[in-house]
């Protein structure tokens, strides 16, 4: 009985505390920008990680969750960029630019 009434406090504790998807959009991925030539790709648990640098020569990392597409159809020396504000991510190939859209489940975020 102890154990059930340890449980559901946990439960009640721990659930609903992180941020909603919307909620995170809008606080920590909408500010971000990205821009940066992919040297190299690395893949961890849930994230997508692209090392590079950007165009003036400063180190610098994209790591998000989400974006396998982008990961799979990423090569090196492609460009990852991102303006603050919005929510779209751009790939530009050598002789093509893709749209990769943030998404909270199955809706789109603008």
Same mark, same amino acid.
């Not at 559901?8 to 439960?11: H, K, P, Y």
């Given at each position: 009985m102890k154990n059930i009434f340890l449980l @559901? @406090?946990? %439960?009640l504790? %721990?659930?609903d505390c992180g941020p909603t998807c919307q909620e995170f959009v809008e606080r920590d991925f909408r500010p971000k920008v990205y821009n940066l030539i992919i040297l190299e790709k690395d893949y961890s648990t849930r994230n997508v990680i692209f090392f590079g640098k950007d165009e003036s020569g400063i180190? /610098?990392?994209f790591e998000e969750s989400g974006y396998d597409d982008l990961y799979d159809k990423a090569d090196l020396g /492609?460009?990852?960029k991102k303006q603050k504000g919005k929510t779209l @991510?751009?790939?530009v190939k050598k002789d093509t630019v893709l749209?990769?859209?943030c998404y909270c489940g199955q809706t789109k975020i603008e």
């Open positions: @559901i @406090i946990g %439960f504790l %721990f659930s180190l /610098d990392t /492609d460009s990852v @991510i751009y790939l749209e990769f859209p």
